[in-house]
């Protein structure tokens, strides 16, 4: 994904789908896409299917339904082009509906998809659940309009990573987002060259709440330094980090640096 102008500029700051209450008309066609491959079962479980989202979801009467195709046309279109709410119902009740193996192949597929369109839902154990607060995107907005540049540099830089559908590094985005951490402790300390574990150790204690908290953040960047090649040369043995983590480092650096800020920090 190119880094448009509206990203680069802030205007368009987070990708859509991270945000709640929200699905892209392209994350809908990949969730209608996803019922399509794994199908509606027997003659018999489809009936089932289309009748419970019938009466639950379009609130209809069952004597409307004539055609069971027709329905699942009907079905379509809600979930295209209906609220963001109902697309969920849709897929909570189809789940529900399904024998074991569509149930894997559900369970398999939308969150490969939902994964895909960073979307901020998951389908856990049969039921929508949320992975991405309003909290967090604004704690995410905060460090990508940081008025510090260089800070405001490698958080776009950790999104457009993140939030490239087609060829997405989760690896240099959870680099980039270290290294925000890095640029403001560098600022905080008035010390242009040093590390983040250097940084740390020259912001004075009387500055922060707890000491607790400078180890605590030694001990994230540690982990970040030493697991899986996040920011060193791979190993055989390293897993790769996926959404999840890079999400996780996105959000967790904005916030610590919005935190430390909020005390006088920098």
């Not at 849709?90 to 369109?117: M, N, P, T, W």
């Not at 087609?166 to 980039?176: A, H, M, V, Y």
């Not at 020259?202 to 697991?227: T, V």
Request: with cysteine.
């Amino acid at each position: 994904m190119m880094n448009l102008f509206s990203r680069r500029n802030g205007y368009r700051s987070v990708d859509e789908n991270m945000r709640p209450e929200y699905v892209s008309p392209e994350l809908r066609v990949s969730l209608w896409n996803v019922i399509d491959i794994v199908g509606w079962g027997s003659p018999a479980q489809m009936e089932a299917s289309v009748k419970m989202v019938w009466w639950h979801v379009l609130e209809g009467a069952l004597d409307e339904i004539d055609d069971t195709g027709r329905a699942i046309d009907t079905i379509r279109h809600e979930l295209l082009k209906g609220e963001w709410y109902l697309v969920f119902d849709i897929i909570e009740l189809l789940f529900y509906e399904s024998d074991a193996y569509r149930k894997r192949e559900f369970e398999r597929l939308f969150d490969v998809v939902l994964s895909r369109h960073n979307s901020a839902y998951r389908l856990v154990k049969g039921r929508i659940a949320p992975v991405t607060s309003e909290i967090e995107i604004e704690s995410i907005e905060g460090g990508i309009n940081s008025e510090n540049q260089s800070i405001r540099m490698h958080f776009r830089a950790a999104l457009d990573l993140l939030s490239d559908r087609q060829t997405p590094d989760f690896r240099n985005s959870i680099k980039e987002s270290v290294s925000a951490i890095e640029a403001f402790c560098r600022s905080a300390t008035g010390d242009e060259t040093a590390t983040l574990g250097k940084a740390l150790k020259a912001i004075p204690r009387d500055s922060i709440p707890h000491p607790l908290l400078i180890d605590a953040l030694s001990k994230l960047y540690g982990y970040s330094s030493n697991h899986d090649g996040i920011r060193h040369a791979l190993k055989e043995s390293d897993v790769e980090p996926d959404v999840d983590d890079a999400r996780f480092w996105l959000v967790i650096s904005t916030a610590v640096i919005g935190y430390m800020r909020s005390k006088g920090i920098g």
